[in-house]
């Protein structure tokens, strides 16, 4: 019986973690986790209603784009990163590659400007 409520358990974290997005909390944290790839940072309030229509939107789009990793800044709780990175208006994203802040943006965006977005900044280009 234990052995499955320990695979439940195991299940349950494994889909939380498809559906959810890793936090930032530190600039040291953000520095490190941004530092080689593609990346999508999302500034959020949990109040913010259009916040929470830009998650869906990148639910879906984290889905469709394996190659670009996404993470949320709660403005609430990581007022150091805002500080340094972000702007105490939300939604705002931030598009980063190899470290560089390639663009900001405030506002909300949806699929289409997203699928956009992805194009603009992260197309592998030929040489």
Excluded at 58 to 80: A, H, M, P, T
Excluded at 114 to 123: E, P
């Amino acid at each position: 019986m234990k052995k499955i409520a320990l695979l439940s358990f195991v299940a349950l974290m494994s889909t939380t973690s498809l559906f959810g997005f890793d936090h930032l909390k530190s600039v040291k944290e953000f520095e490190e986790s941004t530092k080689k790839g593609n990346y999508i940072v999302d500034f959020y309030a949990s109040w913010c209603n259009p916040c929470k229509e830009m998650e869906q939107n990148l639910k879906k789009l984290s889905g469709e784009k394996k190659d670009i990793k996404i993470y949320k800044v709660n403005i609430e709780e990581s007022v150091e990163l805002v500080n340094t990175y972000g702007t105490p208006q939300v939604p705002a994203l931030l598009y980063i590659k190899d470290g560089e802040i390639l663009q900001g943006y405030v506002g909300l965006k949806q699929m289409e400007e997203l699928k956009r977005d992805m194009k603009k900044y992260f197309q592998k280009t030929k040489s």
